[in-house]
Nanobody, 119 residues
Framework: QLQASGGGLVQAGGSTRLSCAAS????????VAWIRQGPGKEREFVAA???????PYADSVKGRFTISRDNAKNTVYLQMNSLKAEDTAVYYC???????????????WGQGTEVTVSS
């Protein structure tokens, strides 16, 4: 089970950090990702981390977002800086890639946490 938290209302240019805590699954041996779905949009890949340390980012967030993992806490984070209105979305953490890790094709999903960026 994946439990995402940390969303909320943030001003443009601000920062926030999302957390994804796992139970019943060890994330350090898994590929994990953050995926978002904006209002009226399809789900889109944001960032991922493979078990071997490969870390791809979507071009739209490169240089602003950072994915990280705390193995002791079995938790994955997404640090989001320089937020823009277009980052407004429900953010999902996912694990268990079924193909390319820079995709939305994952087996296990958290419930999503909403981030709203006000301009």
């Amino acid at each position: 089970q994946l439990q995402a938290s940390g969303g909320g209302l943030v001003q443009a240019g601000g920062s926030t950090r999302l957390s994804c805590a796992a139970s019943g699954r060890t994330l350090r041996w898994d590929s994990v990702a953050w995926i978002r779905q904006g209002p009226g949009k399809e789900r889109e890949f944001v960032a991922a981390m493979s078990w071997s340390g490969v870390i791809p980012y979507a071009d739209s967030v490169k240089g602003r977002f950072t994915i990280s993992r705390d193995n002791a806490k079995n938790t994955v984070y997404l640090q989001m800086n320089s937020l823009k209105a277009e980052d407004t979305a429900v953010y999902y953490c996912a694990a268990g890639s079924r193909g390319a890790i820079n995709s939305v094709d994952y087996t296990y999903w958290g419930q999503g946490t909403e981030v709203t960026v006000s301009s």
